[in-house]
């Protein structure tokens, strides 16, 4: 094992192992997500529910959930390099037929297919853990995850594609136009991206785990703290996920805004949420993962708390015994789209931060196994993005008030809340005796 940080420390192909990853992860980060805004112009040709929107969104998202784990351990015995160049080349393919459905079950097929980029994270996690030293991991892996902020490119550049590109397309139709345009494009970037990818990173790897048996590396996976972090993850990135597919759609129908506009307000909480995640790794290799996620966690339930509440009058009874004669006071609550959006721009400052912190935990409690300890955690959260946005379609038929979408983040942010806060009171507690033998009565006056 010292070898391998050796080989940390001293190798200088690590930049741009760190650069192209964290480039091709952008780019397959916004092939993953891009149906949070073609979902818009794709529900008006085809006449979709929102259910069925949802479910196309989440296929998607699944399919670059489930084989996180897989992918994870696949780097760590055959090193990042090639997995990851291997995995760009598989969604070429799929991107490019998204461009050419003609049906519903089709897009269905195809989304499923195109959502094994979100599998990329994993590799990248792995690769980047592989050549850096430990006392810099939290920001190198800081740096790789930012490439979150490719949930934003289609957002940004999608509308205004769609816009430019006739819907009969260029150079005879060979270019398809309109919504069909953006995934062509990115079939484009993926194959340059795969070619940069093998060229242009050190031929030769780390492979931390080539020579371990799976059994050992599965290991760590029966520890309760691997799934706690999993659940942590589903907070900052399983929400961030749902909420970047989801949001556009939001603006649209609560404050009826134009697709463009929603999907600009939409991309101040992808950047913060995606660019922050440097910050969050240095801050967490500095102060440590577990106070940094105290305040994300904190900061996290008090604004989810304020949007989960429905718009409209409140009632507020005062009894007797506060007023002579007891009061009924009605006061409106209404949270315009300003609010609103510094709201949801908080949330995402506290998911950048909170996804390098998550992400910090695991080389310093698994140093030697972050590919499948990072995988199950990066599977487990990104399940938790394919869960939620049907969830949110489903609550808000329920009760047509889409302020539930917030209300279930605000219910997982408590309850993660209160398991990091258990856990820290347990470490107290089970460390007290220790600290206890180690006072030194002599130096305490007797009569105190």
């Not at 949070?36 to 069925?52: A, C, S």
């Not at 785990?209 to 399983?238: D, M």
Request: charged share 10%; glycine share 10%.
């Amino acid at each position: 094992m010292s070898s391998i940080t050796s080989l940390q420390t001293n190798d200088k192909g690590k930049t741009s192992v760190l650069v192209l990853s964290s480039i091709g992860f952008t780019i397959m980060f916004a092939v993953w997500l891009m149906f949070g805004v073609l979902g818009i112009p794709i529900r008006k040709e085809f006449g979709l529910t929102d259910v069925q929107l949802s479910w196309l969104a989440a296929v998607a998202i699944l399919n670059g959930s489930l084989w996180r784990l897989v992918f994870g351990i696949l780097a760590d015995r055959f090193g990042g390099k090639i997995v990851f160049t291997l995995l760009i080349a598989a969604t070429i393919i799929p991107s490019y037929m998204v461009s050419q459905a003609d049906t519903y079950t089709e897009l269905m097929v195809w989304a499923f297919f195109v959502g094994m980029a979100g599998n990329a994270f994993s590799i990248g996690i792995s690769w980047n853990s592989a050549w850096y030293p430990r006392e810099q991991q939290g920001f190198a892996l800081g740096v790789f995850g930012a490439g979150n902020v490719g949930a934003s490119v289609t957002k940004l550049i999608g509308p205004t594609l769609i816009a430019i590109v006739p819907v009969a397309g260029l150079a005879g139709g060979f270019v398809p136009g309109g919504w069909r345009f953006v995934p062509f494009l990115y079939c484009i970037l993926l194959t340059i991206m795969a070619i940069a990818n093998w060229f242009f990173t050190p031929m030769h790897d780390h492979k931390p785990g080539a020579t371990r048996p799976l059994k050992e590396l599965l290991a760590p996976l029966k520890q309760i703290r691997v799934w706690r972090f999993s659940l942590y993850y589903v907070v900052v990135f399983g929400a961030y996920v749902a909420l970047s597919v989801w949001l556009p759609k939001y603006y649209v129908d609560v404050y009826g805004m134009e697709l463009h506009s929603a999907a600009l307000l939409t991309a101040l909480f992808i950047f913060p949420a995606s660019l922050l995640r440097p910050l969050g790794g240095y801050l967490s290799d500095k102060f440590g993962a577990r106070r940094l996620m105290y305040w994300v966690f904190g900061a996290m339930f008090f604004a989810t708390g304020i949007l989960s509440l429905p718009q409209g009058y409140f009632i507020v009874h005062v009894p007797t015994r506060f007023a002579a004669t007891g009061e009924t006071e009605m006061f409106l609550f209404s949270l315009n789209a300003t609010w609103f959006t510094v709201l949801v721009f908080i949330v995402g400052v506290c998911m950048g931060i909170g996804k390098a912190a998550v992400y910090k935990y695991i080389p310093e409690y698994f140093p030697y196994d972050v590919g499948a300890v990072g995988g199950l955690v990066g599977m487990l959260g990104a399940l938790g993005g394919f869960f939620l946005p049907p969830m949110f379609a489903s609550i808000l038929e329920l009760t047509w008030l889409p302020q539930t979408t917030f209300f279930v983040l605000f219910i997982i942010t408590t309850i993660s809340y209160m398991w990091l806060h258990w856990t820290v009171v347990h470490l107290l507690q089970k460390a007290s005796p220790t600290l206890e033998n180690e006072l030194d009565f002599r130096d305490v006056p007797q009569n105190r």
